[in-house]
């Protein structure tokens, strides 16, 4: 009984939650659309402030309450490779727009399709389609020219959304090889909670929590660094700071 009533609350409130995503993205549709007169890096300057305070919108009329940590690990002047671990659909909308400053993330094309949804999507990532060479090979090189104009560009190194019941999946390497030939310092970023808000097992379902991203202090890159020892790295900070937040049931301290 317990579990039926759940998933009846999940279901409402995913019903509520994402009526909050369509009109909250109503108001900030044609102000996005008319974004496309201005070249990049402005383009992102001007989208990035405005998606956050879409998403502030979004967070506060579904429920969701959001703390973040770390930003002053962002230095002035300064762009990275931002790496954040991949729990669920929420994940973009969380990280993208409050990385401090414009920024890109790596995202399936597939959503590109999606109505009125699909031209934000497209504003704010370098897209790729993971089941062709050529495009991978082509989003590579999007992400070097993203870094090259200043902006920061968002990796989920797991790939997918991770159901292993772990705190990660193993790391695929192109964030750490693109760090590594670009010489851009990583800021390990953990992204928390949003798995028990869209669970990947429950197809319509929403968790109105609390949830947070807190981004750590950036790891160096210079012209001695490995890939493979940094990907190594890295991954030990997230595991490492995630293990000393967990509170139990796939919950950490925010």
Known sequence: ?????????????????????????????????????????????????MSRIWMRLFFFLSGLRLKV??????????????????????????????????????????????????????????????????????????????????????????GTRNRSGEHLKSFQDGAFKLAVSTRKAIIPTLIFHTGLVLPANKPFYFRPIPIGIHFLEPVAVDEHTDAQELKERVYKIMWDYLESRKLGNGRYRL
Request: charged fraction near 20%; proline fraction near 7%.
């Open 69 to 158: 940590k770390g930003k002053e690990n962002f230095a002035p002047g300064e762009n990275y490779v931002v790496v954040c671990n991949h729990n669920s659909f929420m994940d973009v909308p969380l990280s993208s727009p409050f990385i401090p400053g414009a920024n890109k993330t790596i995202a399936k094309h597939e959503f590109v399709k999606v109505p009125l949804f699909g031209m934000i999507y497209r504003r704010g990532s370098v897209l790729v389609n993971r089941k062709s060479e050529q495009s991978r090979k082509e989003s590579y090189q999007a992400m070097r020219q993203v870094l090259e104009m200043g902006m920061h560009m968002c990796i989920y190194p797991e």
């Open 1 to 49: 009984m317990k579990k039926i009533l759940d998933s009846l609350t999940g279901a409402l409130l995913a019903v509520w939650g994402s009526l909050m995503f369509v009109l909250s993205m109503l108001i900030f549709w044609i102000p996005i659309w008319i974004l496309i007169i201005f070249p990049e890096p402005k383009r992102s300057k001007i989208f990035i402030p």
